[in-house]
């Protein structure tokens, strides 16, 4: 494709429910990345693939949260049990293409948790 | 930590000036980037240095790296309002594994 996108775009939700969010990332890159960001912070680490496995999932706030990868390509970031803590723009970037280690970013999802 | 981290938090200058920012790390890296984000979603990529480069430009953009000291600065000579954005260093190591710092908000003032 074109570009990493994500879906949804937005997303509001109630206390205690679950939601998962995808992301779809270039195609040919090998590596994914899910990073969240509140309102005026940095980008705070959750997670990164190399193919489909996860060497670091260290940045994970809590068991809540889990990531999977099939095909080498799409990714999904489910969180269970949504907390209102857990509104961010959730954002997921793809890179080892051509320009190694690169990252191209989509535009995010961002997150409403009432 | 892996993380690089950005100096100053904020930056305020006025449209013509240069802007500076700093990133400091504290492992070894095999190369350190430099993002914006403009609109709070999503970040564009800038200028790429790898470890054993000393200084990179790209345009209005200069990047040095000191890996002796493990920091990096960006200039930005010339700022214009549009410049006005959030910049993330971001430190990348081996088998693609990167790290982002908190970032600097830059606002110039036409």
């Known amino acids: 494709g074109a570009g990493v996108s994500q879906s949804p775009s937005n997303k509001v939700t109630e206390k205690g429910k679950d939601v998962e969010l995808r992301c779809d990332p270039i195609s040919g890159h090998t590596a994914l990345y899910w990073y969240r960001q509140s309102l005026g912070q940095g980008l705070e680490f959750l997670i990164y693939f190399q193919g489909n496995s996860a060497p670091d999932k260290s940045g994970l706030p809590s068991d809540r949260f889990s990531a999977e990868r099939t095909g080498g390509s799409v990714s999904t970031l489910t969180i269970q049990r949504t907390q209102q803590e857990d509104s961010a723009v959730y954002l997921c970037?793809?890179?080892?293409?051509?320009?190694?280690?690169?990252?191209?970013f989509g535009p995010g999802t961002r997150l409403t948790v009432l | 930590s892996q993380q690089g981290e950005e100096d100053p938090q904020a930056l305020s200058i006025q449209e013509g000036e240069n802007a500076t920012m700093n990133c400091s790390y504290k492992?070894?890296?095999?190369?350190l980037q430099w993002y914006r984000q403009n609109s709070g979603r999503g970040l564009v990529h800038l200028i790429l240095i790898r470890s054993n480069e000393r200084e990179k430009h790209s345009g209005r953009l200069r990047v040095t790296l000191d890996t002796s000291k493990k920091s990096s600065s960006l200039l930005i000579t010339a700022s214009r309002a549009a410049d006005t954005a959030s910049y993330f260093c971001?430190?990348?190591?081996?088998?693609?594994?990167?790290?982002f710092g908190a970032g600097t908000r830059l606002t110039v003032k036409p």
């Open positions: 971001a430190t990348g190591y081996n088998n693609n594994d990167m790290r």
């Open positions: 970037a793809s890179g080892g293409g051509t320009n190694y280690n690169e990252q191209f």
């Open positions: 492992t070894s890296i095999n190369n």
